[in-house]
């Protein structure tokens, strides 16, 4: 697109940024697409749309959105693997990750550190050496966001990382800091129905528990922190296939 001047600054929309390409290949058929289950893939999604917008920057393109192509399939099995971010009316993590991108508003901050991926090396060789640890964020008025994930292109949880994330420029005395949590234990209604005993026809109470268990939970209660130097620093560990969005909040 950049490379068509006519072209250049026109709107970009991907409407259809996924992993691979069957949505509606379950994993009966493509034992591998159980990925689409877990935190594998939620930790995916968001180490990879951040990306994008670095290689729009880079190139100089206008893109104005980025979407999934997923599905709703009734009637089917409970999560069979496909391309959906929820199964039989339970939100899958992936599904959470998109809440999370949505509750960042205003405009992106730079993020600066020691990663071992840029958009250009996770382009070019995927996540096959190091775990991916990185981070996303945003500020508005009273508010800054920052998402964190630890991701490799292995489907197997790996170790926990530590993070000290520190925010700068923030010109309060106080925020209140909600730290929101996908991983195994926390917006996860695939490892509950695993250890329910992956029923196929759970009863009433199980659904509750399930549907419950999908939606986006934090990760203990919001808490207030002082600010020194207009800059807050907090540390985090950050289990392996894990998603945290960290929303900062000041009204002073």
């Known amino acids: 697109v950049a490379s068509y001047p006519t072209l250049k600054d026109l709107p970009v929309i991907i409407g259809e940024c996924d992993p691979e390409g069957c ?3 379950s994993m009966q058929d493509y034992p591998e697409n159980a990925y689409r289950n877990g935190t594998m893939y939620s ?6 749309f951040p990306r994008i917008y670095e290689l729009a920057d880079h190139f100089g393109i206008n893109l104005r959105g980025i979407v ?5 399939f009734e009637g089917q099995p409970w999560f069979n693997g496909y391309r959906d971010l929820a199964t039989n009316g339970v939100d899958k993590p992936v599904l959470n990750v998109f809440r999370m991108f949505g509750m960042m508003e205003g405009r992106r901050v730079k993020v600066t550190g020691d990663p071992a991926y840029d958009c250009f090396t996770v382009r070019d060789s995927s996540v096959r050496g190091k775990r991916d640890v990185n981070a996303f964020a945003a500020t508005t008025e009273g508010k800054a966001t920052v998402m964190l994930w630890n991701y490799h292109d292995l489907n197997v949880p790996g170790e926990s990382v530590w993070v000290n ?10 925020v209140r800091v909600s730290h929101y949590r996908i991983d195994r234990k926390h917006s996860n209604a695939y490892e509950l129905w695993k250890e329910m005993g992956s029923p196929q026809e759970p009863d009433p109470s199980q659904v509750k528990e399930l549907e419950e268990a999908g939606q986006l939970h934090l990760l203990g209660n919001p808490v207030q922190y002082r600010v020194n130097g207009e800059s807050l620093t907090l540390p985090l560990e950050l ?3 894990a998603v945290s969005l960290i929303v900062l909040e000041w009204y002073d």
């Not at 930790?43 to 990879?48: E, L, N, V, W």
């Not at 999934?68 to 709703?72: D, G, N, P, S």
């Open 68 to 72: 999934t192509w997923a599905f709703e």
């Open 239 to 241: 289990p392996g296939q």
């Open 23 to 25: 949505a509606a290949c």
């Open 43 to 48: 930790s995916y999604t968001a180490a990879s």
């Open 165 to 174: 994330l520190e925010t700068t420029g923030l010109d309060t005395k106080t």
